[in-house]
Nanobody, 125 residues
């Protein structure tokens, strides 16, 4: 069993930055690929970024490529999402998810084994 807790969300102006964290319980964090997803009001949940268990492979949605960076620190059991040049359309609840043995290619949250409760990101114009 893995528990995931997101943090770092908040209110930021357009053009600003935020760093989200996803803290995982358990001793096998480095066995899981990690993904970030988001869901805006009235919209379906969408893929944002993913990273392999080793950190060697990353994958991004076109909408965030060049602005967001996913990373992980296996010693701290934590994954991160650095978000720069934020836009109002980035406003959403952001979720992290864990995929056992994954290589960071999965883009559907239902393919992940565990997910967190989410953290709100609001970008004002």
């Amino acid at each position: 069993q893995v528990q995931l807790v997101e943090s770092g969300g908040g209110l930021v102006q357009a053009g600003g930055s935020l760093r989200l964290s996803c803290a995982a319980s358990g001793r096998t964090f480095d066995s899981y690929a990690m993904g970030w997803f988001r869901q805006a009001p009235g919209k379906e949940r969408e893929f944002v970024a993913a990273i392999s268990w080793s950190g060697d492979n990353t994958n991004y949605a076109d909408s965030v490529k060049g602005r967001f960076t996913i990373s992980r620190d296996n010693a701290k059991n934590t994954a991160y999402l650095q978000m720069n040049s934020l836009k109002p359309e980035d406003t959403a609840v952001y979720y992290c998810a864990a995929d056992y043995g994954g290589l960071g290619y999965r883009r559907e949250i239902m393919e992940y084994d565990y997910r967190g409760q989410g953290t709100q990101v609001t970008v004002s114009s």
